[in-house]
């Protein structure tokens, strides 16, 4: 490991980075995204550490997370703007391999350390390969066999980018408090929370309502929020309701509360195929402003940009800590959550 959470580093030019990269604009299977050049020269804290994430899959019971482990990754504090991949809007946080960056000391420091050099381990990584801006343009997308244009991002291809990470591998809750991503306190109530979920009857159809109450009751002792994966109160073939607040960015709004939400989603907490997933909860009654609103984004699994079909907005700050998200625990991807209109409360309208 070489950077910790809140490290100072330097985006490398444009020139080195591309000395790193194959033909296909990837370094360790993972894509150098065209949009990324923009950044190069420019200084920047490291966000989390990123020797974990997750990725998008097809399983049985349908499409499901996995944890996955990488290798010398970080993410910064910025986000990708789709400009490369048709105008995606999910707004990921972009991965970057530590060859790209150059460590900085404190603010007072950066300028003495401008002239840092690459490990020279790293050096021979640098020139091992090389790719142009042209290739790595060209890398962003392709057309498949049926006319159709699929995009190559990041998230498209970390399954390649990656290794699998099991849940009870401990090394992953060392490193997350070890590089700074998480607090001691926070690593202890993840594992806390995966001996509940796992271990007891809590998702038992006959024993599982005592268990989220007893839950609940102790949360309530200590402050913290109920049991984050309840079912919804909608009956089977109850009409999905629905609001629209036509909210644009800027917008404050407030998320309501977590009963109110509940009366809007089925048994599977889901509202017209919108899931109020467990790491919406804790932001349950708080304000926030509205970022964007989500019309198309790129399937991860298959590159397809898809299109929403009924509205949900993205709020600033409201992203995924991955507290309660069983094999994703802990993840440091803080994908941005999205939003039902129904579940917010307009505040305000953008200036």
């Known amino acids: ?51 974990k994430t997750c990725s998008e899959v097809r399983g049985a019971a349908g499409v499901v997370y996995v944890s996955r482990r990488l290798r010398n990754t970080v993410h910064l504090e910025h986000r990708c703007d789709g400009r490369a991949h048709g105008g995606c809007q999910a707004g990921c946080l972009i991965f970057w391999k530590e060859v790209w960056l150059k460590q900085l000391g404190s603010p007072s420091e950066q300028a003495q ?99 989220r109450w007893l839950y609940d009751r102790f949360q309530f002792v200590w402050g913290g929020i109920p049991f ?34 509940l009366r809007t989603v089925d048994a599977a907490a889901l509202n017209r195929g919108l899931s109020f997933d467990a790491e919406l909860v804790p932001y349950c009654g708080k304000v926030f402003r509205v970022r964007n609103r989500i019309e198309r984004f790129i399937d991860e699994k298959t590159g397809k940009m898809l299109k929403i079909k009924t509205p949900a907005v993205i709020l600033e700050g409201a992203y995924c800590q991955s507290l309660y998200s069983g094999q994703r625990i802990l993840c440091p991807r803080a994908v941005f959550l999205w939003w039902r209109e129904i579940w917010l409360e307009r505040l305000s309208r953008s200036s």
């Open 1 to 51: 490991m070489i950077f910790r959470t809140g490290d100072w580093v330097e985006v490398r030019s444009k020139a080195e980075i591309l000395a790193t990269l194959d033909d296909s604009g990837r370094l360790e299977g993972l894509p150098f995204m065209p949009q990324m050049t923009a950044y190069c020269g420019q200084r920047f804290q490291v966000f989390k550490k990123a020797g």
């Open 113 to 211: 350390c401008a002239g840092h050099r690459m490990p020279d381990s790293r050096v021979a990584l640098a020139r091992a390969g090389g790719c142009t801006e042209d290739q790595l343009v060209a890398a962003a997308s392709y057309t498949n066999s049926e006319g159709e244009i699929r995009y190559v991002c990041q998230a498209t291809q970390l399954m390649a980018a990656t290794s699998p990470l099991k849940l009870w591998d401990a090394r992953q809750f060392v490193e997350a408090y070890h590089s700074g991503n998480n607090s001691l306190s926070a690593v202890l109530k993840a594992i806390v929370y995966l001996f509940y979920y796992y271990g007891t009857f809590v998702r038992s159809s006959r024993t599982g309502a005592v268990s």
């Open 228 to 261: 984050p994966r309840k079912p919804g109160r909608l009956a089977a073939g109850e009409p999905h309701p629905r609001v629209d607040l036509a909210l644009q960015p800027g917008d404050l709004v407030r998320v309501k509360s977590y009963e109110a939400i």
